[in-house]
C-alpha cells in the first residue's frame, strides 16, 4: 500500500481531477498546456507556504520555548490570538478555557471549512538538548513537573498559522469560509472538563456552521519528515474504561453455601467477558478489545467476602461496534452475577471516541495530501490504539485527520524517540508538509475539488 510520489506528478494528477474525464490524462499534458484554476490556486498556495515558512519555525520554536499545561495555555492563548488578528481574522478567545477560534471570510460565498490544532504540553522534563528546549516548570495532579511539547502540539500550532497565514493571502479566491480552531486540553486534565468536547459545547461547530473539518498529528508512527498517512473510517481508537463491584454475602469461607461468593461469580465474569469479543462481534470489521485489569477481594483465607472490585479498559474502531461491546459487557457481567444470586453493578468512564474519518471525504480529499506528501504516502494505513479527541468534531461534522511522518531522514524506528518522550524531538522538515497539507485540504475543499 505504500506508495511515493513526486511532487510535479502529484501536481499534475491534481489537474486531471479538477477537469475530469473529458480532459487530457495527467500524462498526457503538454509542458505549456494552459493551466486550469486549481493548478493556478496550487502554485499560488505553493508559493505562499514557502515564503511563510521562516515564520512558522520561529513560531514552533517559541512556543515549543514556552510550553503551557491543559486548561492553563494562557500565554499560548494570547500567542495565536495576536497573530490571528494581525493577519486579520476575526478572532474569539476563551473558548472552552482558553481556545481561539477564527474566522477568515473568503472573497465568494461557499461552504465553511475549519482546521484544529490543539495547544496543551505534557508534564514532562524535557531532554532534547535543543537550544530552544523547554525550562518551564508547572504543578500537575498535585507535583511540581518539568513542562514540555512532548507530543508536538508545537508543531501542530504552529502549522496550522501557517496554513492561516497562507489562506489569508488567498482570500479573494476563496469560495467560502475558513475557520481555525486552536482548541486546549487535548490530553486531557485529570478532574477537570476540556479540549474537543467542551470545544463542542460551546459552539465552535456553529456560527457559522462547519461542513467539514481536518486535523493533523505529527510522529505517532515512525515515519521520515514529510510522510503522511492516515485511513478511512476507524483511525484511532475508542478507549473506555469500566469498573465493576460485584456483591455478594459474606460467609464462612468453610461453609460457603450460607452466603453467596463474589470471588467465584468475579472469575466467571472474567471468563464470561473473554466471549465478548471471540464469540459475539464480527471481527471481520474492526479489532477490538476487552481487558480486565484489576480485580480485588477479600480479607482472609478462610472468609468468602462480601464484595469484589473489578476494572479494566475496552478499545474498539467502530462506533457502533463500541455501543454494542459496551452493552455486551454490562450485560454478560450481570446475568453471571444473577445467575448465581449475585448482583453486578458496572460503571463506564467514556473515554474519547473513536477517530473516525468520514469515509466519502476521505476519498475526496485524499488527492490533495497525495499532492503534498513527499516521503511515504498510504491511504489505508493499520489504525492506531492511542486516542484523540479530534474525534468528538468527528461526532457531528465529516472530518478527516491524518498523521504527518516527522522523524529525521534515516532515524532508526527501532530506536527513535516517540511522542511523549522526553527526548521527542521531530523534523522541521515537516513544517512545510504541514503547512501546505492544511493550507490545500481547504483550498481545495472550498474549490470543490472531488465533489
Ligand atoms: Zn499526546
Ligand atoms: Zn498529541
Not at 454494542?324 to 471516541?353: C, F, H, M, Q, W
Not at 480529499?365 to 493499520?382: D, E, H, I, K, Y
Request: aromatic share 6%.
Amino acid at each position: 500500500m505504500h506508495s511515493t510520489r513526486s511532487v510535479a506528478a502529484a501536481v499534475l494528477l491534481g489537474t486531471f481531477l479538477v477537469t475530469g474525464a473529458a480532459a487530457q490524462p495527467p500524462t498526457g499534458q503538454q509542458p505549456g498546456a494552459p493551466a486550469t484554476t486549481l493548478d493556478v490556486l496550487h502554485a499560488r498556495l505553493d508559493r505562499a507556504a514557502d515564503s511563510v515558512l521562516p515564520k512558522v519555525v520561529t513560531w514552533r520554536r517559541d512556543l515549543h520555548a514556552h510550553p503551557e499545561l491543559g486548561n492553563q495555555e494562557v500565554r499560548t492563548s494570547a500567542f495565536l490570538a495576536e497573530q490571528l488578528r494581525t493577519l486579520g481574522y476575526e478572532v474569539r478567545t476563551g473558548v472552552a478555557t482558553t481556545g481561539v477560534v477564527a474566522v477568515l471570510r473568503g472573497g465568494k460565498p461557499g461552504p465553511v471549512v475549519a482546521l484544529r490544532a490543539d495547544m496543551d504540553a505534557l508534564p514532562v522534563t524535557e531532554e532534547t538538548g535543543l537550544a530552544f528546549a523547554s525550562k518551564e516548570r508547572g504543578q500537575y495532579n498535585g507535583r511540581e513537573v518539568g513542562v514540555m511539547h512532548a507530543c508536538g502540539h508545537d508543531f501542530h500550532m504552529s502549522i496550522l498559522l501557517g496554513a492561516a497565514d497562507v489562506l489569508a493571502r488567498m482570500r479573494d479566491g476563496l469560495a467560502g469560509t475558513v475557520k481555525i480552531v486552536f482548541q486546549p486540553a487535548e490530553e486531557g486534565v485529570p478532574g477537570e472538563p476540556g479540549g474537543a468536547e467542551v470545544m463542542v459545547r460551546e459552539g465552535v461547530l456553529e456560527n457559522p456552521k462547519v461542513d467539514a473539518m481536518f486535523g493533523l498529528h505529527v510522529g505517532i508512527t515512525p515515519l521520515e519528515a514529510g510522510s503522511i498517512t492516515f485511513r478511512p473510517k476507524g483511525l484511532m481508537a475508542a478507549g473506555d474504561t469500566y469498573r465493576i463491584v460485584v456483591k455478594g454475602r459474606q460467609t464462612h469461607g468453610a461453609m460457603p453455601w450460607a452466603g453467596v461468593d463474589p470471588i467465584v461469580v468475579a472469575a466467571q465474569i472474567v471468563l464470561g467477558l473473554q466471549t465478548v469479543v471471540s464469540r459475539q462481534i464480527d471481527l471481520t470489521t474492526a479489532p477490538a478489545v476487552v481487558t480486565v485489569g484489576t480485580i480485588e477481594g477479600g480479607s482472609r483465607h478462610n472468609i468468602v467476602p462480601d464484595e469484589v472490585r473489578m476494572s479494566g479498559t475496552i478499545r474498539t474502531f467502530d462506533p457502533e461496534m463500541r455501543k454494542e461491546i459496551l452493552s455486551r459487557v454490562k450485560r454478560t457481567a450481570e446475568n453471571i452475577a444473577s445467575a448465581a444470586g449475585a448482583t453486578a453493578e458496572l460503571t463506564l468512564d467514556e473515554g474519547y471516541p473513536v477517530t473516525w474519518n468520514d469515509p466519502a471525504l476521505t476519498e475526496r480529499m485524499t488527492p490533495s495530501l497525495r499532492r503534498v506528501a513527499t516521503g511515504t504516502f498510504n491511504a489505508s494505513v493499520q489504525p492506531t490504539t492511542t486516542s484523540e479527541d479530534f474525534s468528538y468534531y468527528g461526532q457531528k461534522v465529516p472530518a478527516l485527520y491524518f498523521f504527518l511522518g516527522v522523524a529525521p531522514k534515516g532515524a532508526d524506528p527501532a530506536t527513535w524517540a516517540a511522542n511523549h518522550s522526553p527526548r521527542f524531538s521531530p523534523d522541521e522538515a515537516a513544517l512545510i508538509t504541514g503547512v501546505r497539507a492544511l493550507a490545500s485540504l481547504a483550498v481545495d475543499y472550498l474549490a470543490g475539488v472531488g465533489k
